[in-house]
Nanobody, 121 residues
Framework: QVQLVESGGGLVQPGGSLRLSCAAT????????MGWYRQAPGKQRELVAT???????NYADSVKGRFTIFRDNAKNTVYLQMNSLKPEDTAVYYC???????????????WGQGTQVTVSS
């Protein structure tokens, strides 16, 4: 029943901004680390940013200083604020969450459906 629902993608000009959001829905789980990954046509999926439950963050070198990841635990939602966008940021962006079902001893990864970000003039 757990789902990650993404929104916020679209078309933006170079130098512009977008904010992606990802909400975890369902019952009976808790979330640890959340993150964003992206995959451009013909390329491997790569990590963009992660944020732990204690709000420690990690960024790919290519987005440092331009992107900010943050979360709202009350809403089970993670965001990616994307500023100073470049054409090379064009990709499908996927949300990821490591979560644990109540009564389970293991953590499982869940993925959002992906949202397209296109940076072009």
């Amino acid at each position: 029943q757990v789902q990650l629902v993404e929104s916020g993608g679209g078309l933006v000009q170079p130098g512009g901004s977008l904010r992606l959001s990802c909400a975890a829905t369902g019952l009976g789980f808790r979330i640890n680390t959340m993150g964003w990954y992206r995959q451009a046509p013909g390329k491997q999926r790569e990590l963009v940013a992660t944020i732990t439950s204690s709000e420690d963050t990690n960024y790919a070198d290519s987005v440092k200083g331009r992107f900010t990841i943050f979360r709202d635990n009350a809403k089970n939602t993670v965001y990616l604020q994307m500023n100073s966008l470049k054409p090379e940021d064009t990709a499908v962006y996927y949300c990821n969450a490591a979560l644990q079902r109540y009564g389970s001893s293991r953590w499982s990864d869940y993925w959002g459906q992906g949202t397209q970000v296109t940076v072009s003039s």
